[in-house]
């Protein structure tokens, strides 16, 4: 009687195919969770960045604005300052949005820069046309790094700060 040996050690080969296809699914799955990870942290380092750069801008022009004696009212533009000073053998300084980038005395202050505004208003809290005769400015500075707000998106840092002024004579 001969007995029909059967080999019970080993795998055959559409067993190792099938696993093969198995962990390339996995592995697949992972990168692909790992890597929308990687880009989600990349994309708000680059956006706490903006907020970081935006605030610093801001501050500077709200101390600036703050400490001035007196406004220019010779330009009608709302996305225009000039403030005069009389000490430490400063002159003036002008914040101006030209283009997408924010300029401080006509040299980039902060780019990316989505909306900038002032409106001034009177010490009831009235806005003021005459820019001189204000006591209190709203500032509203708004970027966009991936340029979507022009086609309806929304600005990627908005900040809204109030300057209320102490130099001028008010």
Same mark, same amino acid.
């Given at each position: 009687?001969?007995?029909?040996?059967?080999?019970?050690?080993?795998?055959?080969?559409?067993?190792?195919?099938?696993?093969?296809?198995?962990?390339?699914?996995?592995?697949?799955?992972?990168?692909?969770?790992?890597?929308?990870?990687?880009?989600?942290?990349?994309?708000?380092?680059?956006?706490?960045?903006?907020?970081?750069?935006?605030?610093?801008?801001?501050?500077?022009?709200?101390?600036?604005?703050?400490?001035?004696?007196?406004?220019?009212?010779?330009?009608?533009?709302?996305?225009?300052?000039?403030?005069?000073?009389?000490?430490?053998?400063?002159?003036?300084?002008?914040?101006? +949005?030209?283009?997408?980038? +924010?300029?401080?005395?006509?040299?980039?202050? +902060?780019?990316?820069?989505?909306?900038?505004?002032?409106?001034?208003?009177?010490?009831?809290?009235?806005?003021?046309?005459?820019?001189?005769?204000?006591?209190?400015?709203?500032?509203?500075?708004?970027?966009?790094?991936?340029?979507?707000?022009?086609?309806?998106?929304?600005?990627?840092?908005?900040?809204?700060?109030?300057?209320?002024?102490?130099?001028?004579?008010?």
């Amino acid at each position: 009687m001969v007995k029909n040996i059967i080999n019970k050690k080993g795998f055959t080969l559409i067993e190792l195919m099938v696993v093969v296809v198995i962990l390339g699914l996995i592995t697949l799955g992972a990168v692909s969770f790992f890597g929308g990870g990687m880009r989600s942290w990349i994309s708000g380092q680059f956006q706490l960045q903006a907020q970081r750069e935006t605030r610093i801008a801001l501050d500077r022009m709200v101390k600036e604005i703050r400490e001035g004696d007196s406004i220019d009212d010779g330009n009608s533009d709302s996305d225009t300052i000039r403030v005069d000073f009389n000490v430490l053998g400063k002159t003036s300084v002008t914040y101006n +949005l030209s283009g997408e980038s +924010l300029t401080r005395n006509g040299a980039p202050f +902060l780019d990316n820069v989505y909306l900038l505004e002032f409106t001034y208003l009177n010490s009831a809290g009235i806005i003021e046309t005459n820019k001189s005769k204000a006591s209190k400015i709203l500032i509203n500075l708004q970027v966009d790094l991936d340029g979507d707000a022009s086609t309806g998106g929304n600005p990627d840092v908005i900040l809204d700060t109030e300057v209320n002024l102490r130099n001028f004579g008010l």
